[in-house]
C-alpha cells in the first residue's frame, strides 16, 4: 500500500511499512546513521538519524512512514544541528584518532562527521583509559572505538551454533564490548572480514588486514557515504 | 558440572528467558555467580558465557565474585543525605573494617551503595542480604554488624520474634507502613475477595470489565497517564496465542514507596486487579515484576497468591467460570530503568534490561512477542475496587480528567513523611499542610524524573494529570538544603541507571553531571548554563526512552524555578582571561611551592 508523505516540504509516496531512512534514502535525502543495515531489524540505538516527524525528533530508522506524515531532516537547523551534535558526542566518549586508525577513510563514524561539518566536538573530550582485547587469533578489539551500536553484538553469530560472539559488559558509561575469544577463534576469514565491515568504526580489526589501500583511494574517498547510501537505493 | 547449577538448570527446563531466575538462584546458593556457573549455565542454555554476563553484568545486585558472607548496601538518596547518612556510611565503614564497594578481610562483609530502595520516609537505610534495616544510627550499625558478626543471620536480627515471613506481621516487623489518612479507594480492610470477584464474573463479560473501567476513567499510575480501560481493550483486540498481564513493581523512582505500602498492606486488591485485567483481556498469565529491593515481601506475596489459589480465584477455572488464570513472580535485580515497561518485558525474558525500540507496544507485541498489559500495581489495586463499587463511585472522586485518588509517598523536611492518599485536584499547598511541611521551598515531584516545584510559585497548583501529573513521588526540600547538590546527586542518579544502549543518555548524561559539577565548583559561566540547555533539549528530544528524555528534568526545572541559586555560583569575565581561569589561585601554586621549598630546606 502507498502512502503520501512530505520530506522537507516535498511530497513523495512511499511503500507503507518502510521505515524514514529507506523512503528518504530512494527520494534522494541523505539521513546519516551509524547503527542502522539496510535489510536488517533496526537497532536503534545511535540516534544520529533524528528527524523531525510531525514536529517531535524520532530516529527515523525506528519509524515506518504514515500517511501525511511530515518529516523534516535539512528544514530545521535545530534537528541539522542535533544530529552533529551526537556526532560529536562519540568523538569525545571515546578515544578516536583517525590519523593512526587502521579504519581511517572506511570509518563510517569518520565519514559522517565529514558529512554533518564536524569540525571539533563541542563536548569535553574524555580520554577515557579502556583496554585493547587481542586474545583471540582473529580480531583485535580495540575498544577505544566503540561507540555500542550493538551491530556485531545482534549480526555476528557463531556459524555452527548461532551463539553471540560479541557481547556488551556493564551498563551505561560503564559498558564495554567483550568478545568470546574461542567463539572468535572459529570465525572463517570471510566471516572476520565481515564482522570487520560491519564495525562502523576501528573497533574490530581483523588482524590479517592493516593500512590495505593507500590514502586518496579509500573507500570513502573514493566514494563518499553519502553516494553510497543514496546509491543502493538506486540499483 | 555441579549439581547445584544443573539442579537450577533442569528447575527452569533449562529455558533461557528464565536466566534472571536462575543466577538468582546459583548466588542465593553460592553467594555469588562464579566463572564456572557461569560456564555451566551458558552450557545448558546454548549460549556463549560472555553472552550470560551480558544479562547478568547488567544488574547491580547480581555477582560476579566474592563479595562477602554479608552483603550490605546503603541507601545514598538525596534523603538518606538529610537524615545522617554520612554519619552511618562511615559508621559502617568502621564496624565492618573496609571501605565502600570492598570486602573485608575476613571475607564476612561486602559493602556497596544502593539507590533508592523505596524506603525514604525511614531513612537511612540499608539493605544486608535481601532484610532491610531503618532509621539507621552509628549505634544501631554497631550493633546489628557486631551480631552478624556473632553468627547471627541479618533475618534473625531484624526479626527477633520470628514471625514467618510469608505474614504481614513479618513486613510490619521489617519496616513501617506510615499510611496517613483514612482510606478513600485504597487500603480498605476486610475485603471479601471472594464475593467481588464472583458478582464480577457472573455479572459481566469481559467487554463489561473493560467498559467499566473505562467509564471509572481509571489511567495509569505509574506517571504517562494512559486509560487503563483503553489499554485493555487495545489488548483484548489484540492477536497472539498466549496474552500476559504483567504488574509493574519495580518501583524505583527515587522517593516512591506507594507499591511498597500497597503490597504489603493491601497485597489482594493488587491481585485481583490483575485477575481482572486478565479476564478483560483474555489472559491466562499474570506476572508480578517485584524489584529486588523488596525481596522482604516476596514470600508474603507469594502466599497472598497462595491463598488465592486455594480459594479458587486463581487456576484452571477462576471461581468454576471457563476462564484460566495464574501468577508468578519474576525478581529483579537492581535496575531502575526496569520500570520502563520494554525493558521491564526484556527482563522478564531473561535479558539486559534494555527498553526496546517503539513500536511496537506491548500491548501489541510484548512479553516472548506476544500482547502484554504492563499495569502499575497502584492501578491495579484502583481496578479492584472499581469492579467492586461501580465506575461512578470512582469518577466522582477528583476531576474531570483525573478520577480517583492518588497515593503520594512524601519524604523529606516534613513533620509526618509517610503514605497518603489525596483526591486528584488536591493544590500542593495543601498537601504541605497536611504533611506538616514547616519551611518548604523546593518540592521534587515524580522523582528526579518529574518536575521541580517552587512552593511560592506554584503552591495553588493541582495534583491532577493536566497540571502536576504526579506519579506519586514527593520530596520535600526546605530553605537550608543545598538544591545545586540535591541536583548533582539526581544527574549522577541518571548516569548510574542508564542502560546505555542509546548514545544521548549514555554519553549526554555524563556531560551534563559535569556540567553541575563545574557550576557547584564556582568554576561556571553564562556560556556553561547555554549549554546545559541545548545539550538538555539533545537529551529531551533523541533519547530513546523515558530515562533519557527525563535526565535533565532536575536540572532545567530548577534552572526555571530558581535562576538566582545558579547564577549566584557564575564567574563572571574579568579581562581578557576565560572566566573559568582564576589568575590568582595559577600563581599561588607557585608562591606554595617556594614556601613548602623553604620550610624543607629549614
Redesign the interface.
Known amino acids: 500500500m502507498s502512502v503520501r508523505v512530505t520530506i522537507d516540504g516535498q511530497e513523495i509516496q512511499a511503500r507503507s511499512g518502510d521505515n524514514i531512512i529507506d523512503v528518504a534514502a530512494q527520494n534522494g535525502v541523505y539521513i546519516p546513521s551509524l547503527c542502522y543495515v539496510k535489510g536488517k531489524p533496526?537497532?536503534?540505538?545511535?540516534?544520529?538519524c533524528?528527524v523531525k516527524v510531525d514536529g517531535s525528533?524520532m530516529?527515523a530508522c525506528?519509524i515506518?512512514v504514515r500517511e501525511g506524515m511530515e518529516i523534516e531532516v535539512n528544514d530545521d537547523a535545530e534537528i541539522v544541528d542535533?544530529r552533529k551534535?551526537?556526532v560529536e558526542?562519540?568523538f569525545?566518549?571515546g578515544n578516536h584518532n583517525c590519523p593512526s586508525c587502521e579504519k581511517s577513510g572506511r570509518c563510517e563514524l569518520q565519514a559522517t562527521g565529514y558529512e554533518v561539518d564536524m569540525m571539533v566536538s563541542?563536548?569535553?573530550y574524555?580520554f577515557t583509559p579502556r583496554v585493547v582485547d587481542h586474545a583471540s587469533k582473529t580480531v583485535f578489539l580495540q575498544r577505544d572505538r566503540c561507540?555500542?551500536c550493538?551491530r556485531c553484538v545482534d549480526m555476528v553469530r557463531?556459524e555452527r551454533?548461532?551463539?553471540?560472539?560479541?557481547?556488551?559488559?556493564?551498563?551505561?558509561?560503564?559498558?564495554s564490548i567483550?568478545?568470546?575469544a574461542e567463539?572468535a577463534n572459529e570465525m572463517t576469514p570471510q566471516q572476520v572480514r565481515h564482522a570487520s565491515d560491519l564495525c562502523p568504526v576501528g573497533c574490530i580489526i581483523d588482524k590479517t588486514q592493516g593500512y590495505d589501500d593507500p590514502i586518496g583511494q579509500r573507500k570513502f574517498e573514493i566514494k563518499s557515504i553519502k553516494d553510497r547510501a543514496l546509491e543502493k537505493e538506486h540499483r | 558440572m555441579s549439581t547445584e547449577v544443573q539442579s537450577v538448570l533442569s528447575c527452569y527446563s533449562s529455558d533461557k528467558t528464565r536466566l534472571m531466575d536462575m543466577l538468582w538462584d546459583v548466588q542465593n546458593q553460592q553467594g555469588y555467580i562464579s566463572d564456572k556457573a557461569i560456564t555451566q549455565l551458558a552450557d545448558g542454555l546454548?549460549?556463549?558465557?560472555?553472552?550470560v554476563?551480558?544479562t547478568l553484568?547488567?544488574y547491580h545486585f547480581f555477582l560476579d565474585k566474592p563479595f562477602g558472607k554479608h552483603q550490605v548496601y546503603l541507601c545514598n538518596t538525596v534523603i538518606a543525605k538529610m537524615n545522617g547518612y554520612h554519619e552511618v556510611r562511615e559508621a559502617l565503614e568502621q564496624e565492618i573494617g573496609c571501605t565502600f564497594n570492598r570486602v573485608d578481610d575476613s571475607g564476612l562483609f561486602g559493602l556497596g551503595d544502593a539507590n533508592c530502595i523505596g524506603l525514604s520516609d525511614q531513612e537511612p537505610a540499608m539493605m544486608v542480604d535481601h532484610v532491610v534495616f531503618t532509621r539507621l544510627t552509628p549505634a544501631k550499625v554497631k550493633d546489628i554488624i557486631g551480631q552478624l558478626k556473632q553468627g547471627k543471620s541479618a533475618d534473625e536480627i531484624a526479626n527477633p520474634d520470628e514471625i514467618l515471613n510469608t505474614k504481614q506481621d513479618y513486613v510490619e516487623a521489617i519496616v513501617d507502613a506510615n499510611l496517613r489518612t483514612e482510606s478513600r479507594v485504597l487500603f480498605k480492610p476486610n475485603r471479601d475477595y471472594k464475593s467481588i470477584l464472583q458478582k464480577c464474573l457472573d455479572t459481566n463479560i469481559p467487554e463489561d470489565v473493560i467498559e467499566m473501567i473505562t467509564e471509572s476513567n481509571l489511567r495509569g499510575r505509574g506517571g504517562a497517564g494512559f486509560p487503563t480501560g483503553l489499554k485493555w481493550k487495545m489488548g483484548r483486540k489484540a492477536e497472539g496465542a498466549e496474552k500476559y498481564v504483567i504488574c509493574n513493581a519495580d518501583e524505583g523512582e527515587p522517593g516512591t514507596f506507594k507499591d511498597r505500602v500497597l503490597l504489603s498492606h493491601s497485597p489482594k486488591d493488587v491481585l485481583l486487579g490483575m485477575i481482572a485485567a486478565g479476564y478483560a483481556i483474555d489472559s491466562r498469565n499474570g506476572i508480578i515484576y517485584l524489584r529486588a529491593e523488596y525481596w522482604y515481601l516476596k514470600d508474603y506475596l507469594q502466599q497472598q497468591i497462595q491463598d488465592f489459589r486455594d480459594d479458587g480465584l486463581l487456576g484452571n477455572k477462576v471461581l468454576g467460570k471457563d476462564f484460566e488464570f495464574d501468577i508468578r513472580i519474576q525478581m529483579g535485580a537492581g535496575?531502575y530503568v526496569c520500570g520502563d515497561e520494554t525493558a521491564l518485558i526484556e527482563s522478564c525474558e531473561g535479558k539486559?534490561g534494555t527498553p526496546r525500540?517503539?513500536?511496537p507496544y506491548p500491548i501489541q507485541q510484548g512479553y516472548l512477542g506476544m500482547p502484554t498489559s504492563v499495569n502499575n500495581v497502584e492501578t491495579l489495586a484502583c481496578a479492584s475496587r472499581i469492579i467492586e463499587k461501580g465506575a461512578a463511585w470512582f469518577s466522582d472522586m477528583g476531576t474531570e480528567d483525573s478520577t480517583g485518588t492518588r497515593l503520594l509517598s512524601v519524604s523529606g523536611d516534613c513533620e509526618k513523611p509517610g503514605i497518603y492518599e489525596i483526591e486528584w485536584g488536591t493544590t500542593l499547598n495543601e498537601v504541605m499542610t497536611m504533611i506538616g511541611a514547616v519551611d518548604p521551598r523546593y518540592v521534587q515531584i515524580s522523582g528526579p524524573a518529574g518536575d521541580s516545584l517552587s512552593v511560592e510559585q506554584d503552591g495553588e497548583r493541582e495534583f491532577c494529570y493536566s497540571d502536576l501529573s504526579c506519579n506519586g513521588s514527593l520530596m520535600v526540600f526546605d530553605h537550608t538544603r543545598d538544591i545545586l547538590a540535591i541536583v548533582r546527586d539526581y544527574s549522577e542518579f541518571f548516569?548510574?541507571?542508564?542502560?546505555?544502549?542509546?548514545?544521548?543518555c549514555?554519553?549526554?548524561?555524563?556531560?551534563l553531571m559535569?556540567k553541575m559539577e563545574r557550576i557547584i565548583a564556582g568554576r561556571g559561566t553564562e556560556q556553561d548554563l547555554e549549554?546545559i540547555t541545548t545539550?538538555s533539549?539533545?537529551l529531551k528530544?533523541?533519547?530513546?526512552c523515558g530515562l533519557g528524555t527525563a535526565a535533565p528534568n532536575p536540572i532545567l526545572a530548577t534552572l526555571d524555578k530558581f535562576p538566582e541559586i545558579y547564577a549566584e555560583k557564575l564567574v563572571v569575565q574579568k579581562g581578557p582571561l576565560l572566566p573559568s581561569f582564576d589568575m590568582d589561585e595559577a600563581l599561588s601554586a607557585h608562591e606554595l611551592a617556594v614556601n613548602n621549598l623553604m620550610k624543607e630546606g629549614e
Open positions: 533496526c537497532l536503534g540505538t545511535c540516534r544520529t533524528s525528533v530516529a525506528t515506518p542535533m551534535a551526537l558526542l562519540l569525545s566518549e563541542r563536548f569535553p574524555r561507540i555500542f550493538q557463531d551454533t548461532g551463539k553471540k560472539i560479541f557481547s556488551i559488559k556493564g551498563r551505561g558509561t560503564h559498558s567483550e568478545i568470546d567463539l | 546454548k549460549m556463549s558465557s560472555d553472552d554476563r551480558e553484568t547488567f535496575a539486559r525500540v517503539k513500536p548516569v548510574e541507571e542508564s542502560c546505555g544502549i542509546c548514545v544521548p549514555r554519553a549526554g548524561g555524563v556531560d559535569h549549554e545539550w533539549n539533545l528530544g533523541t533519547s530513546r
